[in-house]
């Protein structure tokens, strides 16, 4: 496995980059949420779920509302001064992740989005506080990651990142860097 640091000079923000990929996971999220054609077979493909969940009926809806809120989710994770404070954009996955804080797995979202909750995730492993290793993201129209494939792929993911770190000794930002610099 890959990792790639995010932010020149800074330790606090790295990506999974998957052999033979031509950039990291939260580079081709947000690839994929600015590129209206993707957006729009993505959401004919989930139409049930957009109208089930989030009662739009209309593609190009929710096509405009994708683009706002990965505009405001980039600038939430890369722009300072919210990357030194990514504590404050990320959270526990779910209640397993709330009681051991090493490698938990977090989810993060534009948490105050205005119409609608918002339905873009990126998600990663919390190494330390502040310290995140995103493994990637998913457009989550349901309830929950266990409903659609492309959102258990990200689940899978997830558990494999957190598996690969824990096999290498990592638990923290130091055995982190360490490991990279191995590679």
Request: charged share 35%.
């Amino acid at each position: 496995m890959n990792f790639v640091r995010i932010i020149d000079g800074y330790n606090h923000l790295w990506a999974v980059k998957e052999e033979g990929k031509e950039a990291d996971e939260l580079t081709l999220l947000f690839r994929d949420w600015t590129n209206g054609e993707f957006l729009f077979n993505f959401f004919m493909e989930h139409l049930d779920d957009l109208k089930d969940f989030f009662r739009i009926e209309r593609i190009d809806e929710a096509v405009s509302d994708t683009f706002e809120d990965a505009e405001v989710l980039q600038k939430l994770i890369l722009d300072f001064p919210y990357t030194e404070n990514l504590d404050e954009l990320f959270k526990p996955l779910d209640v397993t992740d709330t009681r051991i804080r090493e490698l938990s797995r977090e989810k993060a979202r534009n948490w105050e989005r205005n119409r609608h909750a918002s339905w873009l995730r990126v998600y990663a492993i919390r190494l330390e506080p502040n310290v995140y290793v995103v493994t990637g993201g998913a457009i989550k129209l349901t309830r929950t990651m266990q409903e659609r494939k492309h959102t258990m792929v990200e689940l899978d993911k997830l558990n494999r990142c957190k598996a690969y770190l824990k096999a290498h000794g990592v638990f923290d930002q130091d055995s982190f860097v360490e490991l990279t610099n191995g590679d």
